[in-house]
């Protein structure tokens, strides 16, 4: 199915937020669509996933590790990384360690299916359906730049996603918090050349059902 051959549009229209270089740890990485790439554009990936038939095509593409992360350790332990990509995947209690595995300016981007997703085919079962608002909560302490739940097509399903960055501490809020941000879903742009990146979109939004916006107070962070 295409959709699980090329990288998610969401892991594509939000990457520009990873630093230049940075590391990724790609969670449930599967066949590698994302750390490829990835790691086209120069950073540099690490992947973890239990099945080892799907790895052994990723070898030399970066560090990949065969492990069970739901009964296991985390492999990752005590490391920290510019961005954790997660898509098509959820074990509630590895919820904490994903978060808490970002580096300082370092970016969750994560997307998953929904509940609601069971009137359209797999998954069905509400383990692995994010119930609402749930990867708002997960994301609770970091900065979310961007958050979506509602349906996709092609093929039809219902997804919850994010984007959320770790603080930056020396780096001021633009905004301070309890301000509105200003009512546009355009897709955040880079700044000039040579100035970072991280935590410079427009104004972030939260969505609800993709293409209704509401809004709640935020900050944002980064260099004007």
């Not at 066949?31 to 120069?42: C, M, N």
């Not at 998953?112 to 994301?139: M, V």
């Not at 097509?153 to 219902?158: I, L, V």
Request: proline letters at 8%; hydrophobic letters at 45%; glycine letters at 10%.
């Amino acid at each position: 199915m295409e959709l699980f051959l090329n990288p998610s549009p969401w892991v594509v229209r939000w990457a520009h937020l990873i630093a230049p270089g940075g590391s990724v740890l790609d969670v449930a990485c599967g066949g590698g669509r994302h750390l490829r790439w990835l790691a086209e554009r120069g950073f540099r990936v690490a992947g973890v996933d239990r099945d080892a038939s799907v790895l052994a095509a990723l070898h030399g593409l970066g560090r990949i590790v065969q492990a069970d992360i739901e009964d296991g350790p985390w492999p990752f332990a005590g490391e920290t990384f510019d961005a954790v990509v997660v898509t098509n995947y959820l074990w509630r209690a590895l919820l904490p360690t994903l978060t808490a595995s970002l580096a300082e300016g370092g970016v969750l981007i994560y997307e998953t299916f929904a509940l609601g997703n069971e009137a359209f085919g797999k998954p069905s079962n509400p383990d692995f359906l994010l119930r609402p608002g749930e990867l708002l909560e997960a994301c609770r302490g970091l900065h979310v730049v961007a958050y979506e739940d509602g349906l996709l097509d092609a093929p039809m399903r219902r997804v919850q996603r994010i984007v959320a960055a770790q603080e930056v501490a020396s780096k001021a809020p633009l905004v301070q918090e309890g301000l509105l941000t200003r009512r546009t879903t355009r897709r955040p742009e880079p700044t000039a050349r040579g100035r970072d990146r991280r935590f410079t979109p427009r104004r972030p939004a939260v969505t609800v059902g993709f293409g209704q916006p509401h809004w709640v107070p935020i900050r944002t962070r980064g260099a004007p």
